[in-house]
């Protein structure tokens, strides 16, 4: 009997359908545990929004992890290598939630004041943010761990901040924003504090801004906008007031101008009388004979054909063309 078992065992071991409830475990496990990349991870298309899936701060082992990353970073100090680590933990996070996600479970209570009187207490807090933005540049990085082919730079203020800048980085660009070295473009931002980031002004002079690392929405610039329609109203009041001003001109042109009817009767009347006379008497056969008016005209016409030789300019100096010659 125990030869029998065994020999049913060794029947069973060698079909492969045996063993595959193993292999699917198996692989189902590793899809689970396995660190997800910029190769392997799911990405989804959601409102014109890149999602990526994976683990984010939710997650306590993330958080723990991304607080060992956290010593590596100096505050006002430039990016440096050994930050890059927890810089692109951070743009992992943003990725693996939509904006609106990202927003509701922000915080809106943060300003910049806090984050320069406690850079430490706040790294890694997803803050939320209404900016308004006065740069924005595209760079290519490096290969990195969040698999972002292209980052997104823009810097703006905040009505708390006044003229302390922020500095925002993300990978979804809104199709609306332009990427100008100077633009005035309304934003809201939601992302996670990394540092406090040093740069140098147009003046040479170094200062610090809060980098933050998430999503960035547009959002339609509203004194721009009344400017435009305020604009376009008045371009429609010049068009009106110089079309009533061609309509006044012409009523006006019109009641003042003399008509046909009022011409003719200024005509001096013809001398009835004297024509009458001219007919009675009748005109002479031989007008120089007369010594009348046709003599004379015939006379004076003689004389000014005489007085008067025909001469061609033959070197103007004033010709038509405008070009004076040049002297000789």
Partial sequence: MLLGVVTMLIYWTRDPAMWKWIADDVQDDAAATAKPNGDSAAVEKKNDETLVSGPNDQQPLEHSQAEYLFQAVTDKEPLAREEMPAYWKLMRWSMTESFDDLWERSRKDLYFTHLAEAPEKYRGELIGLKVSLRRALSHDPEENSAGAKQVYEAWGVTNESRTGLYCFIFYDKPPELAIQPSIHEEATFVGY??????????????????????????????????????????YLWQWLIVAGAVVVFGVAWKRTRPSVNQSLDATAPPDHAAIERWLDDGAPEDPSQSGGIFAEWEGSDDADMESRPVSLPKDPRNPPSGDAPASG
């Avoid at 040479?204 to 998430?214: D, N, Q, S, Y």
């Fill in 193 to 234: 504090f990394l540092k406090q980031f040093t740069y140098e002004d147009a003046m040479g002079k170094t200062r610090w801004a809060p980098l933050l690392i998430g999503r960035l929405h547009w959002r339609e610039n509203v004194t721009r906008s009344a400017l435009r329609r305020q604009r376009n109203d008045g």
